[in-house]
């Protein structure tokens, strides 16, 4: 065997082991990407889960929640810094999973639930007031385009008012 006869035998060999190697990486990063999903899923869950934990688990938190989302000059200074606080950083959750829908991370069923709430937020006045005092000027200009669409959305949600509460108690 000559010198040129091993060098065209190795490179039939590196062929040959270079396609499974390919398809070995291809296999990861698809299940690297499902994992990726999979995680923007449960970050979903989470935050939201924490959102309400946090406004159900205290009657004085929900008394300001629901107080702040209906009217928040209702709420005294320490209760607005606190509403701000507590949907302001649901605000910046939103973001993040817009973010997160953009890059096909977030499976349109949650997305689906994330702009509902969205659309509630930006059609309340106490996340109007919000929206204006940190939304506005605190998140992603791409985002911010975003939530002003949702404004003018035909396709409203749940309704947090106390009028809205007594609607759905009622019917």
């Known amino acids: 065997m000559t010198l ?8 039939i060999v590196a062929v040959v082991l270079v396609a499974p190697s390919i398809l070995y990486l291809a296999l990861q990063v698809r299940q690297n ?8 899923r449960f ?41 701000l606080i507590h949907l302001g950083h649901f605000l910046q959750v939103y973001s993040t999973m817009y973010e997160l829908h953009q890059e096909k991370l977030l499976p349109e069923t949650q997305w ?12 309340s006045p106490g996340g109007l007031w919000v929206w204006e005092a940190f939304g506005r000027k605190g998140l992603h200009p791409e985002f911010v385009t975003f939530m002003e669409g ?11 008012t106390a009028d809205g509460m007594k609607r ?3 019917t």
């Not at 040129?4 to 490179?11: E, G, I």
């Not at 990407?33 to 923007?40: F, K, S």
């Not at 946090?54 to 607005?80: I, Y």
């Not at 994330?114 to 659309?119: F, N, P």
Request: charged content about 25%; proline content about 1%.
């Open 112 to 123: 689906y639930n994330c702009r509902k709430d969205m659309i509630s937020v930006m059609n």
């Open 43 to 83: 970050q979903w869950v989470e935050a939201s889960g924490q959102f309400n934990a946090l406004t159900a688990g205290s009657v004085q938190v929900a008394s300001m929640f629901r107080k702040g989302w209906d009217n928040p000059d209702q709420l005294d200074d320490d209760e607005r810094m606190q509403f």
């Open 4 to 11: 040129n006869d091993a060098y065209l035998l190795s490179q």
């Open 33 to 40: 990407t499902q994992q990726l999903r999979a995680t923007a």
């Open 150 to 160: 949702l404004r003018k959305a035909e396709d409203g949600s749940f309704d947090l």
């Open 168 to 170: 759905e108690a009622v």
